[in-house]
């Protein structure tokens, strides 16, 4: 290879074209020690058959690839290339044209990352083509436009696959970066070339060129985009789902399957039909029926492309969906875009399209971007889905940081799309497409006006709006309010309807929880009843709910119960959950049920002891609040408790919890001593990071921040369903404990002085009871571990605390399982395998 050798290639059919070229190289300024040669290949079967036989006769390390009507007309072109490759070793090819992204449909002057200059005659007038500046020496590219391509390396050209005249250039561009070579666009002060070619000839194989790229390399270029289908039970709809998936433009997809059919006919379709011709597909047959929300989450779990778009299995899809979809988020270098909608058509029973559903041709009249918050704001205030169901969008997997179908730690029964689109509006844009790209088909099997389908969809409705401000939607109060009458309007229409049909059994605890949230849309907006008006000046408080996980007592009830109810706060719900084995509690309620229209009761079906523990997380899952702070029934609140918490709250946007001095007190009331576990932690009102105090609790295996009644918390950051928990690990025996560890992870703790709650203490509590004792000293040990295992605590901490918990503690339980023989064996079992466990960390090596 010659180094210091540059070779002209072209390929001629037109003598007089290419002597002009050659003029114009003869002309050029050549470095000093260089030599240049000329390779003009007639006769050539296709570009990259000339290219390849010019490139293998030249022992020249510099090739100038050019067409013979490119004319170069900067004199010092040579200095100005050898220049640029200089600056790199790892540039491999130079173009005067093309793009940092190549459009999802391969043509690479549509994208709008352009960049570079060339003059041009297209329509019988040579003028300036010029595309967005190169500002730097050079600007890495992906395409380069093969009017001219200077390499300093020597790679095959693919004649294999393109043995016509186009697309030689985007796949040799695309052959560049395969080798991780740069592909790059020179600073250009004044165009290098002139490039006489008239209009493009589209009418010679450019289709089938265009086609033949995008199955060569689109798994290679493009993100791959998982379409998703789950199907129940209607195979004939399904497979003509499944083919509008195959049949889409874009090439790099995988469609799975997740079927929840109660028979065999979707499965045997797929087999005989399907797996065998497609590797791109990946079939699931469901165990057991997971139901749609499950099965939707399933799939969304196996997904592998960065991009997502559900296909419902009675829907259809155009065959450029994704195709155009994609050019948006190919071209989305921030990734500012969320998601890419479109209109969506109805389709019928038998498969007639009918109009754009929805009206949005209406209120859409051309392709739009617009920004996420407000968009959300928009259908916040009106009601009303303008993106679409699932089949309609597709979105970038890694901006949904919920599960699907879950918004605000909440799981939605109908609105499960709005869950998803919610929570993507609140990291970016959206695009819609003014176009129908998807089909969406309306029949009798559908539960769209189902009355369960009423009553989810207000209940979904109503926590959009209630917790917009969370995501960061209805910020400003005019939109809030505008939110909140929208809400109160339909939920009320909803629960109007019920009332006039009659409600059945099976709707009266969603109905009741409808009501309630009515409820707090009046409180919300100060509504006037006797005009029927509301006020502009809404109530800004956060709603707070007083948990009170009740059992077979009502002696200590009724001062724990109206303690809540006589909070000073104002913004506050009780949720009574009675886990009783009579009617006791049940029957103490019921009166305060009729006067307060803030209080909720209902009653578990109790199959087993598990001493609160199931009571305690259905009280979660059914609070509304964006705080929570339980009262256990034989506790007491101090009457100013949740408003000086939550004024701590207001102040310091970054803590989590906040606590007080819990005052012990005895059967009759009487207090007991500060000591031990209450005994006061700081003199003032003080601010702890949320390390720190987690740390303090393990290391001195005491629990200062007290019982469930002292701690009021932001609820989000407990995962639904997971009271508790901490490190992904379940702890049965110091529930609290976990529930505050996991907390402090988020934020800090805000530790208040005076006493806010009073904690009693009676013979009659289940801490006494030898399971729950046992269950609560054996919890410890694991939140040892799991501290080490979170970096709470380092090894050498971690040996040093397992050795006075085993100490210490385990040796008071063996004492506790002598003085009681009843203990059954599975305890005494879990007892001898912990302490063997505990022993063996502690004396192992480092």
């Given at each position: 290879m010659n180094n210091n050798k540059i070779c002209f290639i072209t390929c001629v059919n037109d003598d007089t074209l290419y002597d002009e070229n050659l003029k114009y190289i003869g002309s050029l300024n050549i470095p000093e020690g260089y030599e240049i040669e000329f390779r003009g290949v007639k006769g050539a079967m296709s570009m990259t058959s000339g290219y390849n036989e010019a490139m293998h006769s030249s022992d020249a390390k510099y090739k100038v690839y050019l067409h013979q009507d490119t004319f170069v007309v900067n004199k010092n072109f040579l200095f100005d290339m050898l220049k640029v490759f200089s600056s790199s070793e790892k540039i491999g090819i130079i173009g005067v044209t093309g793009t940092k992204v190549i459009p999802s449909n391969g043509v690479w002057w549509e994208s709008a990352h352009t960049y570079g200059k060339v003059y041009e005659n297209h329509e019988e007038i040579m003028e300036l083509l010029a595309f967005n500046e190169v500002k730097n020496i050079y600007e890495e590219v992906k395409a380069i436009d093969g009017l001219i391509m200077i390499t300093q390396y020597d790679l095959p050209w693919r004649e294999d696959i393109f043995d016509?005249?186009?697309?030689?250039?985007?796949?040799?561009?695309?052959?560049?970066?395969?080798?991780?070579?740069?592909?790059?666009?020179?600073?250009?002060?004044?165009?290098?070339?002139?490039?006489?070619?008239?209009?493009?000839?589209?009418?010679?194989?450019?289709?089938?060129?265009?086609?033949?790229?995008?199955?060569?390399?689109?798994?290679?270029?493009?993100?791959?985009?998982?379409?998703?289908?789950?199907?129940?039970?209607?195979?004939?709809?399904?497979?003509?789902?499944?083919?509008?998936?195959?049949?889409?433009?874009?090439?790099?997809?995988?469609?799975?399957?997740?079927?929840?059919?109660?028979?065999?006919?979707?499965?045997?379709?797929?087999?005989?039909?399907?797996?065998?011709?497609?590797?791109?597909?990946?079939?699931?047959?469901?165990?057991?029926?997971?139901?749609?929300?499950?099965?939707?989450?399933?799939?969304?779990?196996?997904?592998?492309?960065?991009?997502?778009?559900?296909?419902?299995?009675?829907?259809?899809?155009?065959?450029?969906?994704?195709?155009?979809?994609?050019?948006?988020?190919?071209?989305?270098?921030?990734?500012?875009?969320?998601?890419?909608?479109?209109?969506?058509?109805?389709?019928?029973?038998?498969?007639?399209?009918?109009?754009?559903?929805?009206?949005?041709?209406?209120?859409?009249?051309?392709?739009?971007?617009?920004?996420?918050?407000?968009?959300?704001?928009?259908?916040?205030?009106?009601?009303?889905?303008?993106?679409?169901?699932?089949?309609?969008?597709?979105?970038?997997?890694?901006?949904?940081?919920?599960?699907?179908?879950?918004?605000n730690d909440r799981k939605y029964g109908c609105n499960v799309d709005q869950a998803v689109w919610f929570n993507l509006l609140s990291k970016g844009n959206v695009i819609f497409i003014n176009e129908v790209l998807s089909y969406f088909r309306i029949h009798d099997n559908q539960q769209l006006a189902s009355d369960k389908m009423k009553?989810?969809?207000?209940?979904?409705?109503?926590?959009?709006?209630?917790?917009?401000?969370?995501?960061?939607?209805?910020?400003?109060?005019?939109?809030?309010?505008?939110?909140?009458?929208?809400?109160?309007?339909?939920?009320?229409?909803?629960?109007?309807?019920?009332?006039?049909?009659?409600?059945?059994?099976?709707?009266?605890?969603?109905?009741?929880?409808?009501?309630?949230?009515?409820?707090?849309?009046?409180?919300?907006?100060?509504?006037?009843?006797?005009?029927?008006?509301?006020?502009?000046?809404?109530?800004?408080?956060?709603?707070?709910?007083?948990?009170?996980?009740?059992?077979?007592?009502?002696?200590?009830?009724?001062?724990?119960?109206?303690?809540?109810?006589?909070?000073?706060?104002?913004?506050?719900?009780?949720?009574?959950?009675?886990?009783?084995?009579?009617?006791?509690?049940?029957?103490?309620?019921?009166?305060?049920?009729?006067?307060?229209?803030?209080?909720?009761?209902?009653?578990?079906?109790?199959?087993?002891?598990?001493?609160?523990?199931?009571?305690?997380?259905?009280?979660?899952?059914?609070?509304?609040?964006?705080?929570?702070?339980?009262?256990?029934?034989?506790?007491?609140?101090?009457?100013?408790?949740?408003?000086?918490?939550?004024?701590?709250?207001?102040?310091?946007?970054?803590?989590?919890?906040?606590t007080s001095v819990r005052q012990p007190i005895d059967i009759n009331g009487g207090k007991i001593e500060l000591k031990g576990a209450f005994s006061r932690l700081f003199n003032n009102n003080t601010i702890i990071s949320g390390r720190e105090i987690s740390r303090y609790v393990v290391t001195n295996l005491i629990n200062c921040i007290g019982e469930p009644t002292t701690v009021l918390f932001k609820k989000k950051y407990l995962r639904k369903g997971f009271y508790g928990y901490f490190n992904e690990v379940k702890f049965w025996g110091i529930a609290d404990v976990a529930n505050w560890f996991t907390l402090l992870e988020y934020g800090d703790l805000v530790y208040i002085s005076d006493v806010l709650s009073y904690f009693r203490i009676h013979p009659d509590q289940s801490t006494y009871m030898p399971k729950v004792y046992i269950e609560g000293v054996l919890s410890w040990g694991d939140l040892i571990e799991n501290s080490f295992k979170r970096g709470i605590i380092n090894k050498y901490e971690y040996r040093k605390i397992l050795n006075r918990y085993f100490n210490i503690l385990v040796n008071q339980l063996n004492d506790y399982v002598i003085e009681n023989e009843d203990i059954d064996f599975e305890l005494k079992e879990k007892i001898i395998s912990r302490n063997s466990k505990f022993i063996r960390d502690i004396i192992m090596d480092n």
């Open positions: 016509g005249w186009h697309f030689y250039d985007v796949s040799q561009s695309v052959e560049f970066t395969l080798k991780e070579y740069k592909v790059v666009i020179p600073k250009q002060e004044r165009p290098w070339c002139m490039h006489d070619c008239g209009g493009v000839n589209t009418a010679n194989g450019y289709e089938k060129y265009r086609n033949a790229f995008l199955d060569e390399y689109s798994r290679l270029i493009f993100p791959l985009v998982s379409i998703l289908i789950p199907t129940y039970n209607r195979p004939d709809y399904f497979k003509l789902a499944l083919e509008s998936a195959l049949n889409q433009t874009y090439r790099n997809i995988e469609i799975i399957i997740g079927d929840d059919s109660s028979n065999n006919e979707t499965e045997k379709l797929v087999d005989e039909n399907y797996i065998d011709k497609y590797d791109n597909i990946k079939y699931y047959r469901n165990e057991e029926n997971l139901g749609q929300f499950e099965n939707d989450i399933k799939l969304f779990n196996m997904a592998g492309g960065e991009f997502i778009n559900y296909l419902m299995d009675d829907d259809l899809f155009e065959n450029q969906k994704i195709e155009k979809m994609m050019r948006w988020f190919l071209e989305d270098y921030k990734e500012d875009i969320s998601l890419v909608t479109s209109h969506r058509a109805i389709l019928d029973n038998s498969g007639n399209i009918g109009s754009v559903f929805g009206k949005t041709d209406i209120i859409f009249k051309e392709n739009t971007v617009l920004n996420g918050t407000e968009f959300g704001n928009l259908m916040l205030k009106t009601n009303y889905n303008f993106i679409g169901e699932p089949t309609t969008v597709l979105f970038r997997k890694n901006k949904l940081e919920e599960p699907f179908g879950v918004y009553i989810l969809g207000a209940l979904d409705y109503a926590h959009q709006v209630l917790t917009a401000r969370e995501k960061g939607f209805l910020i400003e109060d005019e939109d809030f309010n505008i939110g909140l009458s929208s809400s109160l309007k339909y939920c009320e229409g909803v629960v109007n309807y019920f009332d006039n049909i009659g409600i059945k059994e099976e709707f009266i605890e969603k109905i009741d929880e409808l009501r309630k949230n009515c409820n707090v849309f009046k409180k919300l907006l100060k509504k006037e009843f006797s005009d029927n008006s509301y006020v502009e000046d809404i109530n800004r408080l956060p709603l707070v709910s007083i948990l009170i996980p009740a059992y077979n007592q009502t002696k200590y009830l009724k001062e724990a119960l109206e303690s809540a109810i006589n909070q000073t706060y104002s913004n506050i719900e009780i949720i009574i959950g009675d886990d009783s084995t009579n009617d006791e509690v049940e029957r103490f309620v019921k009166p305060y049920l009729q006067k307060y229209n803030n209080i909720t009761y209902f009653k578990n079906d109790l199959h087993e002891m598990d001493y609160g523990y199931k009571n305690h997380v259905k009280c979660l899952l059914k609070s509304n609040g964006e705080y929570v702070n339980y009262l256990n029934h034989d506790d007491v609140f101090d009457p100013r408790k949740i408003e000086i918490m939550m004024k701590c709250f207001m102040e310091n946007p970054n803590i989590t919890m906040v």
